[in-house]
């Protein structure tokens, strides 16, 4: 499954934005898509932000997302789908878009593909 990532970009805080993930290729056999994201300064690590269950369309956040951002996706579209409103500097990171077979993980190493990132930048 290859993914694709888009609608970054540059915000000032408060304002939104909304992250598109489309997957193509092969056979849709994975059970979960989240975001991820990767902080400036902070190495490698990726920080889960939010999944959603492909099928029943399920939804899990982190608490830093939670109350703020919202996941969804189209199936018809094979389009996952993150809205990000009331924007905070702290939220500048690359976000990835992963796909899994455990619902809800939060744990990076669960899932199997990656995109590769869209960089997402917000000023004071």
């Known amino acids: 499954v290859q993914l694709v990532e888009s609608g970054g970009g540059l915000v000032q805080a408060g304002g939104s934005l909304r992250l598109s993930c489309t997957a193509s290729?092969?056979?849709?056999?994975?059970?979960?898509m989240a975001w991820f994201r990767q902080a400036p300064g902070k190495g490698k690590d990726r920080d889960f932000v939010a999944a959603i269950e492909w099928t029943r369309g399920l939804t899990f956040y982190s608490i830093p997302a939670s109350g703020r951002f919202t996941i969804s996706r189209e199936l018809h579209k094979n389009t996952m789908y993150l809205e990000m409103n009331m924007l905070k500097p702290d939220d500048t990171a690359i976000y990835y878009c992963?796909?899994?077979?455990?619902?809800?993980?939060?744990?990076?190493?669960?899932?199997?593909?990656w995109g590769r990132g869209i960089q997402v930048t917000v000023s004071a």
């Open positions: 290729g092969g056979a849709f056999r994975f059970n979960s």
């Open positions: 992963a796909t899994g077979d455990i619902i809800a993980s939060s744990d990076p190493d669960t899932y199997d593909s």
